[in-house]
């Protein structure tokens, strides 16, 4: 079945430092590939996402780039704040009737000043 | 703009009583899906509906029920309620059953089962 693989959490940073999260998917077809972020006592937040292959998704200085080769969607920021401190999500949706998101398992990042 | 809409934001129970969450979606999405967050966890998919139709399925326990109604909102009901029922459960809605786009999700109610 569909699933998606994160780096295990935390992942902890100093502000302006480089981050990078994996995530990688098993999925038949062409789905769609998602980061959420939840931050404390908050709600799942739209990220970026993208919808092909090669695609790159990008918001608020994060990027990610569908790459089918390697059934991978990594996340990355150059320069990171303390106000990103949060749980961040991959997930996919397979489309074609099959529309739940599936997640994986959160990646927590902390980032200290 | 008009978001997802869930109530309430807090519930405290006993074992054994029930609850009901509702949902409203954002208007003209006639997709609903429940998810359920414990604690450190990921969201898991509970159940979708479409045009008021069960859509999908998930790990949702025979303990639940849940439907979409006329005007599309959804209510989740939550019966026998156990310990490890406490969680975060979600709502999210998306226009049409098809597609990748994204779900958009509220903002949780939170569940504490005492």
């Known amino acids: 079945g569909n699933s998606v693989t994160q780096m295990e959490g935390p992942v902890t940073l100093s502000e302006e430092a480089f981050l990078t999260i994996n995530c990688t998917y098993t999925a038949t077809g062409y789905p769609s590939l998602f980061w959420y972020v939840q931050y404390p006592g908050e709600g799942l937040q739209l990220l970026l996402k993208?919808?092909?292959?090669?695609d790159k998704g990008s918001n608020k200085g994060f990027e990610a780039t569908y790459r089918k080769e390697t059934t991978s969607f990594h996340l990355e920021k150059g320069s990171v704040q303390v106000s990103d401190s949060a749980v961040y999500f991959c997930?996919?949706?397979?489309?074609?009737?099959?529309?739940?998101?599936?997640f994986g398992a959160g990646t927590r990042l902390a980032v200290h000043p | 703009a008009a978001g997802v809409i869930q109530s309430p934001r807090h519930l405290i129970k006993e074992k054994r009583e029930t609850a009901t969450l509702k949902c409203y979606p954002i208007?003209?999405?006639?997709?609903v899906y429940w998810y359920q967050q414990g604690p450190g966890q990921d969201p898991q998919f509970l159940i979708s509906f479409y045009e008021k139709m069960q859509s999908d399925k998930g790990s949702i326990p025979d303990r639940f029920s849940a439907q979409q109604f006329s005007d599309y909102h959804s209510e989740l009901n939550m019966s026998s309620l156990e310990l490890g029922d406490s969680a975060l459960y979600f709502c999210?809605?998306?226009?049409?059953?098809?597609?990748?786009?994204?779900?958009?999700f509220g903002e949780g109610s939170r569940l504490t089962v005492l």
């Open positions: 993208a919808t092909k292959a090669d």
């Open positions: 208007p003209r999405h006639d997709t």
């Open positions: 997930a996919l949706r397979q489309g074609g009737g099959y529309n739940k998101l599936i």
């Open positions: 999210a809605s998306s226009p049409g059953q098809g597609g990748t786009g994204e779900l958009f």
